[in-house]
Every structure is written in structure tokens, then in C-alpha cells.
T-cell receptor, first 116, second 120 residues
Framework: NAGVTQTPKFRILKIGQSMTLQCAQDMNHNYMYWYRQDPGMGLKLIYYSVGAGITDKGEVPNGYNVSRSTTEDFPLRLELAAPSQTSVYFC???????????????FGPGTRLTVL | QQPVQSPQAVILREGEDAVINCSSSKALYSVHWYRQKHGEAPVFLMILLKGGEQKGHEKISASFNEKKQQSSLYLTASQLSYSGTYFCGTENARYWAGYAGGTSYGKLTFGQGTILTVHP
């Protein structure tokens, strides 16, 4: 199993440009998450999904959009990039099975994004 | 609201012990612990659930005080490989009919991190 994969690894955008960060998992996990991590800080939840077709906002959703058409893929869209979106973006997934509900998250390698 | 971790940084010699604390003001369903090395993704260490269940690595131990909404991670006989930043992630309990009990689909709020450095 590849686990959680993310592309690209690095990207530089100009202010106002748009892009899609790709995330895929091959563990048949129900739950998927997008986080951003600013230098020296903890992770902040942007969006999450509990299954195909179901997404919801996290802590810092402004400036981002998501979709989830399949169990495996959970792309994150940045519209009109701003310098404040310079960060490292991590995608994660978890499986929710029978009780007790362990939601340990498996993280992808991250995408380092710079907006100039 | 972000959980508060303490201390912010710890420096150890190999073989020494350390405790990292995580405190939340919310009713919690679970507490997760992750370790992140520089330039890498966070890696799961331990999860503690409301009610006493837990899952994690054999060499890592942790506690969860449900009344105080606090968790502590215990690192014993530290090794060089323990160096990194430790994050707690808290999952708020979902309310059903006024009772705080269910999972919130694994939505985590992470603390600011504790930097652990182990020297030979």
C-alpha cells in the first residue's frame, strides 16, 4: 500500500493564481482531512470529509474549496492565492470502524506552497 | 479553541525521562499524540479515548484525565530517535441530547507543539 500520497511536493504561485493540491489514499478510509501548518506552529484543519460526496469546513476554510467524488481522492482547491496561504499542506486519512472508534490519522508527505 | 501544551521545549540526555502535557477547555472524546521530525509529516504515536480505551506503541505511554480534560505523554529512557516536535490533537466530544459522548469524525485541534531534543 502506498498509504496517503500528495502532489505536488513543492509549488510556487503568484498572487491571484489558482491551483489544486492532490491527495489520494489506498487504505479504503472513510475520513479524510486537509491541514495547513505554518512555520513553527501546529496544524490547523481546513476541510474534512466523512465519505464520498460529504465535506465540511474545518477551522480555517476561507480561500479554499474541496470535493470528494470517490473514497480515494480528496483534492484541495486554492482560488486567488494570497501570501497568507504560504504554508505546508498535509492531507490525512483515518478509518472509523466498530466501537471503540479509533480515528488515528495517517498523513501524506505534504505540499510546500509559497505564494509570492 | 487550541489545546495548550507544556512545556514548549525539553532538552534531555539519552536515557532520561520526559513528560509532555496537553490541556483543553472542551469536553473531549479523544486525545491523539503525534511526533513530527523536521521536514516530515506527523506520525501517529498514541490515541486515548473517553472511557479509558487506548491504542498506541508499546514503548510510549500516556494518560487521559477525563474530568480535567488533560492528557500527558510519558517518554522513558529516551533515545536519540525521540527527538522531534510532539503534538497533541484533541477531538471534541459530540453532543447527543445534551450529553457529550460521541466522536466528532476525528476532527482534531492541535496544540502548538513541544520540541524535544535528545543529546548523546
Amino acid at each position: 500500500n502506498a498509504g496517503v500520497t500528495q502532489t505536488p511536493k513543492f509549488r510556487i504561485l503568484k498572487i491571484g493564481q489558482s491551483m489544486t493540491l492532490q491527495c489520494a489514499q489506498d487504505m479504503n478510509h472513510n475520513y479524510m482531512y486537509w491541514y495547513r501548518q505554518d512555520p513553527g506552529m501546529g496544524l490547523k484543519l481546513i476541510y474534512y470529509s466523512v465519505g464520498a460526496g460529504i465535506t465540511d469546513k474545518g477551522e480555517v476554510p476561507n480561500g479554499y474549496n474541496v470535493s470528494r467524488s470517490t473514497t480515494e481522492d480528496f483534492p484541495l482547491r486554492l482560488e486567488l492565492a494570497a501570501p497568507s496561504q504560504t504554508s505546508v499542506y498535509f492531507c490525512a486519512s483515518s478509518y472509523s470502524g466498530q466501537r471503540p472508534t479509533y480515528n488515528e490519522q495517517f498523513f501524506g508527505p505534504g505540499t510546500r506552497l509559497t505564494v509570492l | 479553541q487550541q489545546p495548550v501544551q507544556s512545556p514548549q521545549a525539553v532538552i534531555l540526555r539519552e536515557g532520561e525521562d520526559a513528560v509532555i502535557n496537553c490541556s483543553s477547555s472542551k469536553a473531549l472524546y479523544s486525545v491523539h499524540w503525534y511526533r513530527q521530525k523536521h521536514g516530515e509529516a506527523p506520525v501517529f504515536l498514541m490515541i486515548l479515548l473517553k472511557g479509558g480505551e487506548q491504542k498506541g506503541h508499546e514503548k510510549i505511554s500516556a494518560s487521559f484525565n477525563e474530568k480535567k480534560q488533560q492528557s500527558s505523554l510519558y517518554l522513558t529512557a529516551s533515545q536519540l530517535s525521540y527527538s522531534g516536535t510532539y503534538f497533541c490533537g484533541t477531538e471534541n466530544a459530540r453532543y447527543w441530547a445534551g450529553y457529550a459522548g460521541g466522536t466528532s469524525y476525528g476532527k482534531l485541534t492541535f496544540g502548538q507543539g513541544t520540541i524535544l531534543t535528545v543529546h548523546p
